[in-house]
């Protein structure tokens, strides 16, 4: 088999510590702890081996990627390979300090995360009293300093009648981009989902207000928007094809094809503490596993856009069917199609699961 | 007719730059949330814009490289470097 094409963006999910709780967090279930983090001079050499391998862009994530005190150290070291560095967080830990710290050390851009325009909805869902106002600090601070910022929103049932007020206050406070991403339901997002899968309603009334919101604000705003994939009928092309443009490390090393690639069972999961990142992108079971076409089952295998959406998900199939290795169930051609139909028809809680240490599952 | 004026000076916008990928052998703008794949000519004209160079300077050192007649340059220049200042990769 030939050599695949090097990935284009890595994901450093520095730490999975956050001050915040969001029950629709992508961390896994089994969050890991302080003690089995990577040390700043591994984290170096990944980025060295990332930017050999040709990874152009290095987005700085977590949990709370703040609460490494080896971040700026970890930024301009990223910068002195020339990869593009991105920093994901809460803000709740941005202070003025830090962020001159981060815009010397070459930081290029800042996603800062809000919960809701609501002062009261956004501190339910992130579990943190005063993570507003802090947010909104940071913002200020972060388009002061002239870092191009985006705003991320996660959407869901409980906040996404403020879609247009989520946009305005983008555009308030400095942002070149706002992120309107409605909750994908893996892990947490998956655990919680009676309470946060949005009607039909709902969706279409989003979807209008962000095309409204285009028409208003033309190219003066980017507004990416993700829409849940349970009211689809074409499967996602999930991070662009499984090992093709996309790498995640986890806190420990652990080398991942995406966010969710751990819930897959009986494959060994490759750490950078013991082989290269280019040997785990090009060879290791977990990224060959679904590379490509080959491993697809009907009706992928005979489909014209094997190519386009590349089978969708594994982690979606295998969290809904029972096994990865089954066509996405959004596909409408999916034999299981109706378990996603069924789940958007199901009764809505009110109640959700924080994402903390002490709410971690038990598993057998 | 041109958009920019001659002694203009370019620069990337914060968050913005240019890269040789040499993986892929390609130029790239390396963009939030996105990498841009400069051409041959693009990456040619922007291997030139560091924010001390005027639109007038860049034309003449590329009229002189290729040896190729100067409204043609000027032409293929101003077009690039008004279209990326519209998309606010240049700020002038």
């Known amino acids: ?364 | 007719m041109n958009n920019l004026a001659p002694d203009c000076v370019p620069s990337f916008a914060r968050g913005h730059r240019l890269r040789e990928d040499v993986v892929r052998g390609v130029w790239v703008i390396q963009a939030p949330e996105k990498a841009l794949i400069a051409d041959p000519t693009a990456a040619a004209v922007l291997q030139l814009v560091d924010g001390q160079v005027s639109v007038h300077e860049i034309i003449d050192r590329l009229a002189a490289a290729y040896d190729a007649p100067r409204e043609v340059i000027a032409g293929d220049v101003d077009a690039l470097l008004t279209d990326l200042v519209e998309r606010k990769v240049l700020a002038i």
């Open chain 1, 1 to 364: 088999m030939s050599t695949p094409s090097p990935p284009m963006s890595l994901l450093a999910e520095l730490t999975h510590r956050c001050p915040l709780a969001c029950p629709y967090c992508s961390n896994p279930l089994e969050l890991e702890r302080r003690t089995a983090e990577l040390d700043t001079a591994t984290w170096k050499r990944v980025l060295d081996e990332a930017a050999a391998l040709g990874v152009l862009q290095a987005h700085f994530s977590g949990g709370e990627p703040m609460a490494r005190s080896d971040l700026v150290e970890l930024v301009a070291h990223a910068r002195s390979r020339d990869l593009y560095t991105n920093l994901i967080t809460s803000g709740v830990m941005l202070d003025a300090t830090r962020l001159q710290a981060l815009a010397e050390a070459g930081l290029d851009h800042v996603q800062l995360s809000f919960q809701d325009v609501d002062e009261a909805g956004a501190e339910r869902i992130g579990g943190l009293r005063g993570a507003q106002a802090k947010k909104l600090t940071a913002a200020r601070l972060v388009a002061a300093e002239g870092i191009p910022l985006t705003l991320n929103f996660v959407v869901h049932r409980l906040n996404v009648e403020r879609v247009p007020a989520m946009i305005t206050l983008a555009r308030e406070l400095g942002a070149s981009r706002v992120e309107i991403a409605h909750t994908q339901y893996y892990g947490w997002g998956l655990k919680n989902r009676g309470a946060l899968l949005p009607t039909r309603e709902q969706l279409e009334e989003a979807t209008a207000a962000v095309e409204a919101a285009r028409r208003a604000y033309g190219p003066t705003l980017v507004i990416d928007y993700v829409t849940p994939d349970y009211y689809a009928d074409q499967p996602k092309p999930c991070m662009g094809g499984w090992g093709q443009r996309f790498v995640n490390i986890s806190p420990s090393g652990r080398v991942l094809p995406c966010h969710a690639a751990e819930t897959i069972p009986g494959v060994i999961f490759p750490n950078v503490r013991d082989e290269s990142l280019s040997a785990i992108w090009n060879d290791a079971p977990l990224f060959t596993l679904f590379r490509g076409t080959e491993w697809m089952p009907e009706p992928c295998r005979s489909c014209a856009l094997k190519e386009t959406d590349w089978g969708g998900c594994r982690c979606q199939a295998l969290a809904l069917t029972g096994d990865a290795a089954n066509t996405d169930p959004v596909c409408s051609l999916s034999p299981f199609h109706n378990r996603v139909k069924a789940a958007v028809e199901e009764q809505r809680e009110n109640e959700f699961l924080y994402r903390r240490y002490e709410n971690i599952p038990e598993f057998s």
